[in-house]
Nanobody, 123 residues
Framework: QVQLVESGGGSVQTGGSLRLSCVTS????????MGWFRQAPGKEREFVAV????????DYAVSVNGRFTISRDNAENSVYLQMNSLKPEDTAVYYC????????????????WGKGTEVTVSS
């Protein structure tokens, strides 16, 4: 049974930082590409960041590039998202997911999801 559990969300002011964590089980984590997505109220879920199995390859949405950093610890079956210089438009529920195949940037390519952790950034 695959489980992904996100944590680390909260409320911060503009310019603040948060570090999200996602712990997985039931997944061959060390060989899995992992992604972070987010969904703001009334909007579709969107890609945020992705990291390949070794951590050598990462990519980011344009809106977060230079502010967010994705990383992983294969020994802990965990993936992280360090978020700095947060803006009100970063307010959303953040989800981690296990990549299945294909396009790294769309939700349909991911086969398992956590329940999300909420991030609120106030101005």
């Amino acid at each position: 049974q695959v489980q992904l559990v996100e944590s680390g969300g909260g409320s911060v002011q503009t310019g603040g930082s948060l570090r999200l964590s996602c712990v997985t089980s039931g997944v061959t984590f060390s060989s899995s590409t992992m992604g972070w997505f987010r969904q703001a109220p009334g909007k579709e879920r969107e890609f945020v960041a992705v990291i390949n199995w070794s951590g050598y390859y990462t990519d980011y949405a344009v809106s977060v590039n230079g502010r967010f950093t994705i990383s992983r610890d294969n020994a802990e079956n965990s993936v992280y998202l360090q978020m700095n210089s947060l803006k009100p438009e970063d307010t959303a529920v953040y989800y981690c997911a296990v990549h299945r195949s294909g396009n790294l940037y769309i939700t349909a390519s991911y086969r398992a999801w956590g329940k999300g952790t909420e991030v609120t950034v106030s101005s």
